[in-house]
């Protein structure tokens, strides 16, 4: 399947869509955390268990912890991508914040903590899967536990993902009693497993041919934003005849990229493409 992308294509509809989705996963992470896991003292592991945290140890409101420990990452996420971007990931935490902070004084909707540490994790992953489906939650913002799973992690960031999770479960165990402990592991596996199949179509593989006249500008562009090697098939010709070039990347990526682009050719024409792996390799091989 192919999807070809123009100058000003980009529908007033989808932005609205976008814009709506973002907010609505917010509010489901809000609601999450507030209604089921936070009055059972269930921490779900991440930004979100963290925060949780500190707000059971200071008694102070999840939302301010949520905002605090969260804006970091869209500060970081700044540098790296477009500023249209970074507003719709500002966008996503604005929307949880203010729900967790409008919700934080109504009674939970279970007495179960098994039922709670259940429908928690789910409604907190499946937030989480909508936001970054969205663009509102991107690298570590949301929760860096989950985000990743749009675009895999490194082995470093494994290994400090699993290490923040482990500490903070362990903490919450010794604090609320390690029965509270098991009831946050299902939380958290049934969150991450919520986010894993809200983003199961954005991991695949992307093609992606890029057509413009600025082919070297757009390289660079591609390696510095989105740290993306592209591959030129045809060099511009002396009288101004436009070049290709070809990389690969998630769906999820295929709007920044485009944006991208766009930053630095208005008229170029970008084609995506699914395709698997083997193919892939062939047309690296050629």
């Excluded at 989950?146 to 290490?163: D, N, Q």
């Excluded at 070809?246 to 682009?261: D, G, N, R, Y």
């Amino acid at each position: 399947m192919n999807t070809i992308l123009r100058s000003g294509d980009l529908p007033r509809g989808r932005k609205a869509l976008r814009i709506i989705g973002v907010i609505a996963g917010g509010l489901l992470c809000a609601v999450g955390l507030e209604l089921f896991l936070m009055p059972h003292k269930l921490v779900p592991g991440g930004i979100a268990g963290l925060s949780a945290l500190f707000a059971h140890v200071t008694e102070m409101r999840l939302g301010l912890f949520l905002f605090l420990f969260n804006l970091p990452f869209i500060l970081i996420s700044r540098r790296q991508i477009h500023l249209r971007f970074a507003l719709y990931v500002m966008l996503g935490l604005v929307c949880l914040t203010a729900g967790s902070l409008a919700l934080h004084h109504y009674p939970s909707l279970t007495g179960e903590p098994l039922t709670a540490s259940i429908a928690g994790g789910l409604s907190l992953g499946f937030g989480i899967g909508i936001s970054i489906r969205f663009g509102g939650m991107s690298g570590g913002a949301g929760d860096p536990g989950y985000a990743f799973l749009g675009r895999g992690p490194t082995k470093s960031a494994e290994i400090v993902i699993m290490v923040l999770n482990c500490a903070i479960l362990l903490f919450g165990g010794a604090l609320f009693g390690w029965d509270q402990a098991m009831y946050s592991i299902i939380a958290y596996l049934l969150a991450f497993e919520a986010v894993r199949i809200s983003l199961r179509d954005l991991a695949r593989t992307r093609a992606v041919w890029i057509t413009s006249t600025r082919p070297e500008e757009i390289r660079r562009v591609l390696r510095h934003k989105l740290e993306r090697e592209a591959k030129l098939v045809s060099a511009p010709g002396p009288q101004g005849q436009p070049g290709t070039l070809f990389c690969i990347a998630s769906k999820l990526e295929e709007e920044e990229l485009t944006s991208l682009v766009r930053s630095c050719d208005q008229d170029s024409e970008i084609v995506f493409r699914t395709v698997n792996r083997s193919r892939l390799a062939a047309i690296f091989r050629d």
